[in-house]
Each structure stands twice: as C-alpha cells, then as structure tokens.
C-alpha cells in the first residue's frame, strides 16, 4: 500500500519570496483586468461611458456646490469633490460592467451555476444534477438555508425535474428545508441578475457544521448521468437522445 504523500512545507526567506514573485507573475494584474473589464462593457454597452461621466461630474458638481453654500475651502472641497466623483464613477463601472456580463450569458444552460459558484458565503453547489433534452437544467445547493434546487429553462418542462429531485432530497435528508428557485425572463421567474440578493434573502436555518451534514448525505444522490459541462453552455445544444437522468 502506498504511503501517503507529506504536504510540502512553504518555502521561506529568499526562496519563498522567488516563489511567490513567480505565481503572481503568472496572474493577470488588476489594472489589466479592469483594462479588459472595461473595454467589455463599453463593447456591450453603449451608455457605459455616459453613465460614468455622469456620476463623476455630477458627484463634482453637487460637492462644489454644497462647498460654496457651506463657504468652504475652495482647495479642499475640490480634492475631497475629485475623489468622491472617482468612488462613485467606480461604484457605477463595477454595477454597469457585472450587468453586461449577466446579460451575455443569461439565458444560457448553466449561467445561474456560475452566479454561485462565485457568490460569496458558504454555498456549496452540484451543477445539472437533473436536465432534460431541451437543456432545461437544475442544480442543486447546500447552504444555511438548507437545500436550494435552482432550474433553469421552461417553467412547465421544469416541474417534473424539480419534483423528482424534491423527492431525491426528502428521501435522504428528511425534514430539511428544501426552497425552489426558476430562473428566467418567464413569468414568476427569477432574472439572473436578480439570483444572488433572492437566495441570501433566504432564512438562515442551519450553522456550518450541520452543512456539512446535509452535503454528505446529499453525494448519496449522485449526479446526472450524461457528462454536462460546468457553466454556460452555447444555445441550442441538446443532450443526446436516449439520455436520461438516474431514478
């Protein structure tokens, strides 16, 4: 029997420092990446810029007029002005360039796994653990909340997917909450760019350690058969005919 292998110590002083110098070279600075964010959203949206200017000369405007009523130091309510413009023209890029790349993929098999997969908290996600041959997709969530099971598609080609797996989770983790979120431009549905603040609004029932219960007994439900890649997939895919999910 192979003996496990020791975790490699980090390395210190001269070495570590080499080694770390090295893996951040390997990252995308944050200016290249707020370069490219920016160039995006411009791309797809074509009041982006006005926005930002408007937030930052209308901050500006609206400090140096209160600065003037108030007889304040010229000097100063220009540079506390400038700086309080640029976080506001900031707030406004960041809310505007998150808006354009939730437009891109909603809509698309798998947008609403991604959305989770990078929120922020303790959730814990199974992409496509139940989907049909139209794509309509659902995943399923372990959080505080309990379990979430979000679809994605046809809010009546959903139902039975949903149902099954309603029945999945009650059979090994009875009495767990269970909530059920649709995502899509239907009506009653939830829109992507709306997932995020409806699951943190969820009750929080459960504390980390019995989380960590609730996924276990979860990996005894397995996953979808048919291999579905993580995340967005291009419209009009569909899965193979024939294929279908595990009872």
Known sequence: MAKPEKPTAPLKGRAGRKARKAARAGMPRRSEQLVEAFTLTR??????????????????????????????????????????????????????????????????PGAAAAIVTNMRGDWRITPNVAANRSMDVVHRVVGKPGVILIGEGSTERLGP???????????????????????GVEPGQVPLRKLQRKMTKLPRTFKGVTVDEIEGRMRALGAFAVPIPKGPMPKGMRIPKGANPPR
């Not at 809310?95 to 437009?103: E, M, P």
């Open 161 to 183: 997917l949903l149902a099954d797996q309603r029945k999945r989770v009650q059979r090994v983790a009875s009495g767990t909450p269970i909530a059920i979120i649709i995502v």
């Open 43 to 108: 791309r797809r949206d074509k009041r982006f810029v006005p926005y930002l200017l408007l937030a930052f000369f209308g901050t500006l405007i609206v400090i140096e007029l209160v600065g003037a009523l108030l007889n304040s130091n010229y000097i100063m309510t220009t540079i506390f002005g400038i700086l309080a413009a640029a976080l506001v023209a900031f707030i406004v890029f960041g809310q505007r360039a998150q808006r354009s790349a939730l437009g891109e993929i909603e809509g698309q």
